[in-house]
């Protein structure tokens, strides 16, 4: 069976670099060197120590690196019928290198962020899924929402 681990600072280059992979998932090419991966390495080495315990990440590493990881947050917003304690969980990074993919690695970073959750006494999880993603989180009990997404980009 794979274990995932809890990752830690020092994991966050590796982490930002696996996000690029997620990125590439997309569209097929790495994103190029901008400012996001050093503000991401930051709030990475910040946050997955943050005393309120509100960032974790897991990963499953192999020599030279990782493999893969899952990195979640938990929000906090005004309770509600279905959320009593207002707590919900946002899985944001899920990846797993091209050559290490098929293996069981994504579950198990996935299974760990879940058990996580179930810790902090998180009962309502949300992500996003891509098509080649879908069948992992399906398998693992997500069920598309129907409460539809809308964003605004806000310019400064």
């Known amino acids: 069976m794979i274990e995932a681990r809890r990752a830690t600072p020092d994991d966050a280059p590796e ?5 690029g992979v997620m990125y590439a998932s997309f569209d097929g090419d790495q994103p190029p060197p901008r400012p996001w991966q050093d503000a991401a390495e930051r709030y990475l080495r910040t946050h997955l120590v943050a005393p309120d315990d509100s960032l974790a990440a897991f990963v499953v590493a192999r020599p030279g690196g ?15 019928p279905n959320n009593p304690s207002g707590m919900t969980g946002y899985v944001f990074n899920v990846a797993t290198d091209p050559d290490a993919r098929r293996r069981g690695y994504g579950r198990a970073c ?6 996580w959750y179930r810790r902090r006494g998180v009962t309502k999880v949300d992500l996003r899924a891509s098509p080649d993603g879908e069948p992992l989180y399906a398998s693992l009990g997500f069920v598309r929402s129907a409460d539809p997404a809308m964003r605004l980009l806000l310019t400064a």
Do not use: F, H, Q
């Open 110 to 115: 996935m299974v760990g962020l879940l058990d």
């Open 66 to 80: 990782l493999a893969s990881c899952a990195v979640g947050s938990i929000e906090y917003r005004l309770a509600g």
């Open 15 to 19: 982490l930002v670099r696996l996000r």
